[in-house]
DNA sequence: CCAGACGTTGTT
DNA sequence: GTCTGG
DNA sequence: CCAGACGTTGTT
DNA sequence: GTCTGG
């Protein structure tokens, strides 16, 4: 995980969701299937929280170019408070990545079948994120924090992004939390009962499939 | 000290 | 095989 | 993440 | 910018 989203929920959807402070109009076509170095939204800060766009693949502040090589669509969670690209914005830079379920591809020998993920009480998910900003390219992006698949979730893949509960979300986006220790307690499997999944038609794997169809249970 | 990387995934 | 584009 | 390209020249 | 490897 996680390189496959859909993230077709508004921003008044969102606004609902998580309280944001925020009544602009849309600045994202609602899409089924969204992959890595797309525009998505996030939501930042405490009291208000905000929405913004972001690209989904990290670029440090000291990357040149425009350049993937540099762009990092998730984060392990074991590395957040190491590594040189997520070090700080571990620190001050956090962020909820709001979907309405993701993708994962399960490899068999016979191929591959991709199953759509989804709340099992259908609200929008909320993925623990990092953010940070290149002045240079004027680039804000970010990464989705990943971890150990939980029970159900490896019936289909190894790994799974982090999914915070509404309880967790102000200690989770609170910029002055620095309490790195505490916050990468955070960094869990979610709770087996928190998800479901569907297999779903391989018309997914191509990003240019972004209608409603792909969601459809096969 | 400087040079060079800076990341994850999956697969073998 | 590996990189780029979506 | 997967899909699809992977290249240059010259001409319109 | 900051960390790791030499």
Known sequence: MCGRLNQHLSAA????????????IDLLTPNYNIPPSSQIYGVVG????????????LVPPWAKEPDTRFSMHNARA???????????????QRILIPADGFYEWHTTPGGKQPFYIYRRDETPLAFAG???FNELLGLSSCAIVTTDANEF???VH??????????????WLDPENDDVV??????KPAADRVLSM?????????????????VAPL
């Open 13 to 24: 959807d969102i606004k609902f969701a998580f309280g944001t402070d925020d009544a602009r």
């Open 46 to 57: 405490k009291g208000p929280r905000r929405i913004e766009t972001f690209r989904w693949g």
């Open 78 to 92: 074991d590395g957040v408070a190491s590594k040189c690209s997520f070090k700080a914005p571990f620190r001050t």
């Open 130 to 132: 990092l953010w940070d």
């Open 153 to 155: 979730m490896s019936l």
């Open 158 to 171: 190894h790994r799974m992004p982090v999914v915070l509960e509404p309880e967790d979300w102000d200690i």
């Open 182 to 187: 505490a916050l990468q307690n955070f960094l």
């Open 198 to 214: 569907h297999a779903v038609h391989p018309m997914v794997g191509n990003p240019r499939n972004k209608s409603a169809e792909v």
